[in-house]
Antibody, heavy 120, light 109 residues
Framework: EVQLVESGGGLVQPGRSLRLSCTAS????????MSWFRQAPGKGLEWVGF??????????EYAASVKGRFTISRDDSKSIAYLQMNSLKTEDTAVYYC???????????WGQGTLVTVSS | QSALTQPASVSGSPGQSITISCTGT?????????VSWYQHHPGKAPKLMIY???KRPSGVSNRFSGSKSGNTASLTISGLQAEDEADYYC?????????FGTGTKVTVL
């Protein structure tokens, strides 16, 4: 059974950093691209970014709203994807979801999410 | 990249069919056959319901179907059931991003 478990969320002050982890199981992690999404309170889902598998160069893409501040990485030996968030803003407050992405065209498994609150 | 436009809410009685629209542009929905749909019960993990416009993942009920015409994609739920009450989001591929729809709350009356 495919499982994705996000961790690392919490309360952080504006301007600070936070790193989220997504621990995967039930599939060969290294064979898949992974993506992060978020949902701000009362808002819809927003794509944050994407990392390809090593077979496709392990390259990343980001939404304009986070480009230059957020970085996605992966450790295939541990089956973990990371979302490093720097220079956090109050508008980054959201539940963050990790997803498996067979391609960047759809996302077939999602975690339960982890809440990030940016507030002073 | 602007969000795709969905109706805020759609409702129907059990057993009825409803359709949710997702309107984009020729740069997203109209430009690629890569529209997907997600069901989201609040507090739970979103679930992929449709991909590549009209394909259903294994395990998804055949009561869910997808289609596209021009810049507008649609999700139809037939034989509406109480468990279908949830938020639904569309998404499309583009060369530079992955826009999502504004979301539609489906209410089963």
């Amino acid at each position: 059974e495919v499982q994705l478990v996000e961790s690392g969320g919490g309360l952080v002050q504006p301007g600070r950093s936070l790193r989220l982890s997504c621990t995967a199981s039930g599939f060969t992690f290294g064979d898949y691209a992974m993506s992060w999404f978020r949902q701000a309170p009362g808002k819809g889902l927003e794509w944050v970014g994407f990392i390809r598998s090593k077979a496709y160069g392990g390259t990343t893409e980001y939404a304009a709203s986070v480009k230059g501040r957020f970085t996605i990485s992966r450790d295939d030996s541990k089956s973990i994807a990371y979302l490093q968030m720097n220079s956090l803003k109050t508008e980054d407050t959201a539940v963050y979801y990790c997803t498996r992405a067979p391609q960047r065209v759809f996302f077939d498994y999602w975690g339960q999410g982890t809440l990030v609150t940016v507030s002073s | 990249q602007s969000a795709l436009t969905q109706p805020a809410s759609v409702s129907g009685s059990p057993g009825q069919s409803i359709t949710i629209s997702c309107t984009g542009t020729s740069s997203d929905v109209g430009g690629y056959n890569y529209v997907s749909w997600y069901q989201h019960h609040p507090g739970k993990a979103p679930k992929l319901m449709i991909y590549d416009v009209s394909k259903r993942p294994s395990g998804v009920s055949n009561r869910f179907s997808g289609s596209k015409s021009g810049n507008t994609a649609s999700l139809t739920i037939s034989g509406l059931q109480a468990e279908d009450e949830a938020d639904y989001y569309c998404s499309s591929y583009t060369s530079s991003s992955t826009p999502f729809g504004t979301g539609t709350k489906v209410t089963v009356l």
